[in-house]
């Protein structure tokens, strides 16, 4: 039997949001229009618009609205569109949205309340959670690694040139030993939940890749499920045993091809 993988953004969030326990979780993400664009920016002021379907970040793109001076009250509003390294400013909502509807050309976009990353050396990152099935066939968390966004880059993917760090580099300026422990059972108890609630949907899921952002009082947060997860990145950590994990589980549920033994 096939692993599931299902590419709909918007349908896996409806899934998630299903759960009273998760919905805390999962930043406030709506369908594209332009009339929900200011909607969003006026309650948080950034967004990101992202493709429903789509992988390594391609497409992504984020809105800041701000006022030049906020201390006076008749500075007005400017909008900074942002996508790869390029940015641009605008006046009005409407000038934006011009160049907005050519970039998204049709296609079925959400938009996402924006969460203000921690950083590392000035770069912001974020986290990808991988979770499987074991040997018993219940939902576990397996590994944690973070991901340093590129030079002005908007996004921390691999393929946009994002860095892969050990999660115990990225946060030993912000938490001490008890305090990243307790980050990390939070994360693993999420890294399930998710599972199990996306398998009452999806009851041939194996493994997801869940993409977490930490914000500035150290909460998590869910902003998307990969149900196609790389597993290489795992496998530069230090400790081996965790990709060994990785690659016995994956090998069980038919992922990866057992070694043959001579």
Do not use: C
């Not at 918007?10 to 332009?34: F, H, M, Q």
């Not at 340093?148 to 938490?175: C, M, R, S, W």
């Not at 947060?221 to 950590?237: D, G, I």
């Amino acid at each position: 039997m096939s692993i599931q993988r299902v590419s709909s953004k918007w349908e896996k969030t409806k899934v998630l949001t299903r759960s009273s326990w998760l919905n805390g979780y999962i930043p406030d993400t709506r369908p594209y229009s332009a009339e929900q664009l200011q909607v969003m920016l006026e309650q948080y002021n950034t967004v990101f618009i992202k493709p429903d379907r789509g992988t390594y970040g391609i497409g992504v793109m984020s809105v800041e609205r701000y006022q030049d001076n906020p201390s006076s009250p008749d500075s007005p509003w400017l909008y900074k569109l942002r996508y790869g390294i390029e940015s641009r400013v605008f006046n009005t909502p409407a000038e934006m949205n011009t160049i907005l509807t050519e970039r998204i050309n049709g296609k079925f976009y959400v938009i996402q309340r924006g969460i203000h990353l921690l950083t590392h050396e000035s770069r912001k990152f974020d986290l990808r959670v991988l979770v499987q099935k074991n040997l018993k066939g219940a939902w576990e968390t397996t590994g944690f690694i973070g991901r340093v966004a590129g030079p002005q880059k908007i996004v921390t993917n691999h393929h946009n040139g994002g860095k892969i760090k050990p999660i115990e580099d990225l946060f030993k300026d912000y938490l001490d030993a008890k305090g990243l422990a307790a980050l990390i059972h939070e994360l693993r108890v999420l890294g399930s939940k998710v599972g199990y609630q996306l398998e009452k949907k999806y009851p041939r899921l194996k493994e997801i890749g869940l993409d977490i952002a930490v914000d500035g009082e150290f909460r998590p947060w869910l902003l998307e499920v990969n149900t196609l997860p790389a597993l290489f990145p795992f496998k530069r950590l230090a400790d081996k045993t965790i990709y060994q994990k990785i690659q016995k589980y994956a090998q069980a549920y038919g992922r990866l091809r057992k070694k043959k033994t001579s």
